[in-house]
């Protein structure tokens, strides 16, 4: 999965970093709000997905990829290793489903690319998700 991270970076090579509350906000409430729409639906056999080891795991790959960045060995290595972990469950939500590797690829992608956009507007709010995110998956 280290393909995800490639994306995560900005035109320079770094993480960007802008501040617009207002949007932020509104943007940080849709995500919280779509979330129990976003990624359930149901198959035939009534399955859930459970979004959180998608959620989460973009929130660790962002945050393993900046200590990447600014040297931090130690925590880049504990929030890679939590990403990893997430990516096999978010692969195994997909089997449930019937569904492949690589499905599973794209819709984490597609919450890697969302929670970028939402820490563009307003890092606050993603590094409180983050935080929410360890408290969901301590290890």
Do not use: W
């Not at 995500?31 to 990624?39: E, H, I, K, L, Q």
């Not at 998608?54 to 939590?82: N, V």
Request: hydrophobic fraction near 40%.
């Amino acid at each position: 999965m280290d393909f995800l991270l490639v994306a995560m970076l900005g035109p320079k090579g770094c993480l960007r970093k802008e501040v617009t509350l207002r949007r932020s906000l509104a943007s940080f409430l849709v995500f919280v709000t779509a979330y129990p729409v976003f990624g359930q639906e149901q198959a035939a056999g009534n399955i859930r997905i459970n979004d959180h080891p998608f959620q989460c795991g973009a929130m660790f790959a962002i945050a393993s990829r900046f200590y990447e960045e600014s040297g931090e060995e130690s925590q880049f290595r504990l929030y890679k290793a939590k990403f990893e972990k997430l990516a096999l469950k978010a692969e195994a939500e997909f089997k449930k489903r019937n569904r492949t590797k690589a499905d599973a690829e794209a819709y984490m992608q597609e919450h890697i690319d969302l929670s970028l956009s939402l820490m563009e507007r307003n890092i606050e709010l993603v590094a409180r998700f983050t935080h929410h995110c360890n408290r969901l998956f301590p290890d």
